[in-house]
């Protein structure tokens, strides 16, 4: 019996110094447990006569809520759109304002920096940011004819913009394309132009052709798609005015909403799906015609999968209805979400509101709320008041224990273009702490091998023996 309990307490030791060994492996080579991430959704509001604007963050979790919701931030004007990357959300600064300002998801009321993104334009209005990384992106300039190339990580307006792109070849009469969307797959950006000839004034709007254009997002040239022409290389779409854009990985096909004439009515949008290596386009669904028109204009669109898909249909001003649809086959449901029928259905223009949970986030602008749907059943899993009027979503990836980065101004969000503010890095004291906890493991382990061998020396000097 003594002997088993020497061979015991011997392996007992081998077996401690091998734990030992193993876990300093494993801890050198792992994330720390505070690196651990939830998503937040970032939400553009606006007041109901859009006098004014602002922004709320809103928790993605839990399902079934109650998710918490801050409201209200930082109020600016009414027309303003929001992208995401990392920790950090952009709040765009639209017609007349021509300005960008960073957040850290952290800090959603201090702003790290706002830069100008006027340039020579009369009126650059910026409708879309569409990032390679977090040193590069692309700023689609709704009222210029060159989209900028950006540094979202840059400290200073110095560093901020790093190139243009020139897509003066699918100007219309105005001089402008109207560059209003985009999304990048396999290194290639696709940017959606609604070429509308505003020259004749607010009212005598022309809907020309729409087109998409491909650049290379690393040399920064245009594709030749083989289904343009001389001087416009893209792809034609064939439905008028597209809005949202969305790229499905597991079917590899970009979807591109159309809206069509919203003001007078004409029925020249829908869905179309578009390869984004063969560059072939396909209308999966049409809004119709003057005398066929079931869903109205197609005024927005969320794409979940292969084959569950949103859109808004637009029946008049402020007269909104969702409808589910197939968006392999195309096939219409024939019922709406009836809570959201005849309501203004703002902010599915990005087409990218399902969060992590396979939830839809809806813009609901009669009652200042976002209704959150449940795409496996269709039904509400909560309503979250925004208080002023919900337009656009973004979700944002936190770091729960990252360091915010900070503004060195108490300067507002409409301090005007040029204003820049200029945020601080992590100074890595997490990195510290990860290291610090590493050592204090590995410390025990040595002080348990240490009292095993010590506390029995007898099983250092006995060796293994066998009873007669």
Known sequence: MKNWLLFFRQKSLVVAISVLAVLGFVFMNVQPAWSEVTQTAVVVTTASDYSSGAHSVVTVDPVGGPRV???????????????????????????????????????????????????????????????????????????????WIINPSAATEDEFKIGELDLSAYDDADGVPEMHSGVITDGKLFITFQRQDRSGGYGSWVLNEAWMAVFDTETDTEIITGKGNDTMHGIPLPAKNPQSIRYLEENNTIYVQCAGDLMDAIYSGGIVSVSPSAYETSLIIDDGDDDNHPYGNIAGMAIVS?????????????????????????????????????????????????????????????????????????????????????????????????????????????????????????????????????????????????FISGRYPEARKSGIKTES
Request: charged share 20%.
């Open 69 to 147: 919701a801050q409201n209200n931030l930082l109020p600016t004007k009414s027309d303003i759109g929001i992208a995401a990357y990392g920790n950090f959300f952009y709040r765009i600064g639209r017609y007349q304002m021509n300005h960008l300002t960073k957040f850290d998801i952290n800090a959603p009321e201090t702003p790290i920096w706002q830069f100008s993104v006027l340039g020579a334009d009369e009126d650059a209005n910026p409708h879309d940011m569409v990032f390679v990384s977090e040193e590069k992106a692309y700023l689609l300039r709704y009222g210029s004819a060159k989209a």
């Open 306 to 450: 292969p084959t569950k898909g949103y859109f808004v249909g637009y029946a008049g001003w402020e007269d909104n209805s969702l409808y589910t649809f197939n968006p392999s086959t195309g096939d219409v449901d024939d019922l709406t979400i009836a809570y959201l029928d005849n309501k203004n259905l703002a902010g599915m223009e990005t087409g990218a509101y399902a969060d992590k949970n396979g939830m839809l986030w809806v813009c609901n602008a009669t009652d200042g709320e976002l209704v959150i749907i449940n795409t496996a059943d269709d039904s509400i899993d909560e309503i979250v008041s925004t208080e002023l009027n919900p337009q656009r979503v973004a979700f944002v990836t936190v770091d729960d224990n990252q360091q915010p980065e900070t503004s060195s101004s108490d300067d507002d969000d409409d301090s005007g273009g040029g204003t820049c503010f200029i945020g601080t890095a992590t100074d890595g004291s997490h990195d510290f702490i990860h290291k610090a906890s590493i050592f204090s493991l590995l410390f025990i382990g040595f002080l348990m091998a240490y």
